[in-house]
C-alpha cells in the first residue's frame, strides 16, 4: 500500500503480470509531499519506485518529497553471516537511490536501518501508545510491571518511563532457533498482577510466550503485550492463548488476516499507523 499526501495510489495488473499504475486523480503535489510505504511484497518496492519517479517528472524544484515506511522490509537481515547475503543493504541502497528528501522509518528493528538509509530518522510510536495501553487495562504505574523480553528491547525503551521493569534474558538454541529458557531479572514486586511486555516486532511470538509464561510464576494474573509490528503469523502460533490481549499496529498485518481471524477478535486492538503521524 502506497499514499501520497494521504490518498492511497491504484495499481491495477496488465493481463501478462506486469504492474499498472494508475495515474487518473493522483494528488496535487504540494510544498512539502509525503509518501506513505506499507511493505506487503517485494511487489510494492517496485510500486514505490513508479510513483516516486512520477513525482519526480511533475514537481518543480521547489518541492520536496519526504518517506515515510511503516515497516522497514527485511530488517532482520541487518548483516551478513557465513556468507549470507545482507539483503537489509541492498533494500536501502535501492530506496536511497529514490533521493527522498527526508525518510522516517516507524520503530526500526536496529539501528541498522537508521545507519544504511540517507536523511532518515526513527519514529517509536510505542512511547505515544503506551500510555494509551495502559490507561485501557487499568495499569497501576505504581506497582505493576513493564517488561522487556531481551536486551535489545531495554535498550531501545530505555526511556519510556519510570516504572517497574523486567528485562528478560533468553537462553537460545541458535541451531533450531527456539527458546530453551528466559530468565525475568529486575525487581519483583509481589504487588504487581499485571504486566505489559512491550517490544519492536512479533513474528510467530515465541519469546512473548515464554516471557508470559514466567510472568504467571511470579504471580502476575494478566499480561498483555504491545509492539509496533505484528506479522500476520501471530495467529498461527500460540501466542493468543498465553496473553490477555495484543497492542499493535496495522504496519504489517493485513484486513485480510484480520477478517480470517475474527475469533482473535476480543484480544487483539490495531492501531492505524496514519493516526499516529500525522
Known amino acids: 500500500m502506497i499514499k501520497v499526501n494521504n490518498k492511497k495510489i491504484r495499481f491495477e495488473k496488465f493481463p501478462n503480470g506486469e504492474t499498472r499504475f494508475v495515474v487518473e486523480n493522483f494528488p496535487e ?34 518541492s520536496r518529497v519526504e518517506l515515510v515506511i511503516y515497516y522497514m522490509p ?18 536501502t541502497e535501492f530506496i ?3 533521493d527522498f528528501e527526508k525518510i522516517t522509518v516507524i520503530e526500526p528493528h536496529s539501528d541498522v536501518t537508521m545507519a544504511l538509509l540517507d536523511r532518515a530518522e526513527p519514529l517509536y510510536v510505542t512511547f505515544d501508545l503506551l500510555p494509551t495501553v495502559m490507561k485501557e487495562v487499568g495499569f497501576d504505574e505504581s506497582v505493576d510491571y513493564v517488561v522487556f523480553p531481551d ?9 519510556i518511563g519510570d516504572f517497574c521493569t523486567l528485562v528478560g534474558h533468553k537462553d537460545r ?26 517490544d519492536d516486532l512479533s513474528s510467530y511470538g515465541g519469546t512473548f510466550v515464554a516471557t508470559s509464561k514466567e510472568l504467571r510464576k511470579m504471580g502476575v494474573k ?14 498461527k502460533g500460540e501466542l493468543f492463548d ?10 504489517i498485518m493485513s484486513e485480510q488476516n484480520k477478517w480470517e481471524n475474527r475469533k482473535f477478535d476480543s484480544k487483539l486492538k490495531v492501531y492505524e499507523v496514519s493516526n499516529l503521524i500525522h
Do not use: C, W
Not at 517485494?42 to 518543480?60: A, G, H, N, P
Not at 548483516?79 to 541492498?90: A, C, D, I, N, V
Not at 532457533?177 to 525475568?184: R, S, V
Not at 494478566?222 to 495467529?235: C, G, I, Q, R, T
Open 74 to 91: 527485511y530488517s532482520r537481515m541487518d548483516r551478513s553471516e557465513g556468507g549470507s547475503p545482507f539483503t537489509l543493504k541492498y533494500v
Open 29 to 62: 503535489l504540494e510544498f512539502m509531499n509525503t509518501v506513505e510505504f506499507k511493505f506487503e511484497s517485494d511487489e510494492d518496492l517496485l510500486k514505490l519506485q513508479f510513483v516516486k519517479r512520477y513525482i519526480d517528472s511533475l514537481r518543480t524544484t521547489v
Open 96 to 98: 536511497n537511490s529514490l
Open 151 to 159: 536486551a535489545g528491547a531495554s535498550k531501545r525503551y530505555s526511556k
Open 173 to 198: 538454541d541458535f541451531a533450531t532457533g527456539k527458546i530453551q529458557g528466559l530468565e525475568l531479572i529486575g525487581i519483583n514486586n509481589r504487588a504487581g498482577e499485571k504486566a505489559v511486555i512491550v
Open 242 to 251: 498465553h496473553i490477555d490481549r495484543l497492542f499493535t499496529t496495522d504496519s
Open 222 to 235: 494478566e499480561v498483555y503485550l504491545l509492539v509496533a509490528h505484528a506479522e500476520n503469523s501471530v495467529f
